[in-house]
């Protein structure tokens, strides 16, 4: 699992091909609405949708651009799907809980139904922000986008004729996505970063975590909490979420050694690979790297 981090620059958006200036006269959206926009939105998840409310609040005629689903990483890949995950997690460890006056015995669980219940959560929660959007009457272009002047944005979806949006102002909201590792190709099936895991149809048998972040230790505790994978962490310091007090790093880390995850300290991973089937992985320790991690 990689962490995320966040790139805010226009130079995310693909290059349009020249074929599209070469086409028919290219429509701009000006026309259709009467006037150009006072704030144009690039990218529709959590921070695009808050600065559209934002705009709408303060009476300016604005309108978001996004080139995928809307939500980001607020919804799918991300928050509520990760924090639904960890909730129904959560439920299944509470069936467990000794001298509640009951046993519980025989629980069948099944990871493509649990995929399916955070997949229609994340679903619901999208289409309330698409009707909201439509109810205040605020355009959501579909495509990607390319700046051709300080006011102008080209988009275009592959599907549409491209068009011109014109604007005032311009938010570049245009999202983040998992840090790639510089030796190792995630390729999303057996070697996967926060995008691919919701994307699981059985659970693991063992469970390789590279980071001990939040996201990290977040989707270690959700595999431990069913305890049906075996989970390896490797952390290059010595302790966990390096984020966090003391108090709470000595808490977690307990409690994840108690559901039987293994932690490697002090450790940086040196390759990973898949080997018939499962992963073969190389951690060194800090010492053995001749180096501080």
Not at 57 to 62: A, F, I, M
Not at 89 to 116: A, L, T, W
Request: overall charge positive; aromatic content about 8%; glycine content about 8%.
């Amino acid at each position: 699992m990689f962490l995320k981090t966040r790139f805010i620059t226009p130079n995310t958006f693909p290059k349009v091909p020249l074929r599209f200036f070469s086409s028919s006269p290219i429509t701009r959206v000006t026309k259709r609405f009467g006037e150009r926009f006072e704030v144009c939105v690039l990218g529709c998840g959590p921070s695009g949708y808050a600065s559209v409310m934002r705009a709408y609040d303060h009476q300016k005629k604005v309108c978001v651009l996004e080139k995928g689903r809307i939500g980001g990483t607020a919804l799918y890949n991300g928050a509520l799907a990760s924090k639904t995950l960890w909730e129904l997690s959560e439920d299944y460890k509470r069936c467990f809980k000794p001298n509640r006056g009951y046993e519980v015995r025989d629980i069948h669980v099944d990871m493509n139904e649990i995929s399916q219940i955070v997949n229609t959560t994340v679903r619901k929660k999208e289409e309330q922000m698409e009707r909201q959007l439509l109810d205040l009457k605020i355009p959501l272009f579909k495509g990607s986008g390319k700046f051709v002047s300080p006011n102008e944005i080209l988009v275009s979806n592959g599907v549409d004729e491209p068009f011109i949006v014109e604007a005032d102002n311009f938010v570049v909201a245009t999202g983040s996505h998992p840090r790639k590792h510089n030796h190792i190709h995630a390729d999303g099936e057996i070697i996967m970063t926060s995008d691919h895991i919701h994307s699981l149809k059985q659970f693991p048998k063992s469970l390789v975590v590279l980071g001990a972040g939040v996201v990290g230790c977040e989707y270690v505790t959700i595999f431990s909490n069913y305890g049906k994978t075996q989970v390896y962490l490797i952390d290059k310091s010595d302790r966990i979420l390096p984020s966090e007090d003391d108090d709470i790093v000595d808490s977690v880390s307990k409690r994840m050694e108690k559901k039987g995850v293994i932690i490697h300290h002090f450790s940086d991973l040196k390759s990973m690979e898949v080997v018939d089937g499962p992963v073969s992985y190389t951690h060194l320790r800090a010492h053995e790297t001749g180096r501080n991690l």
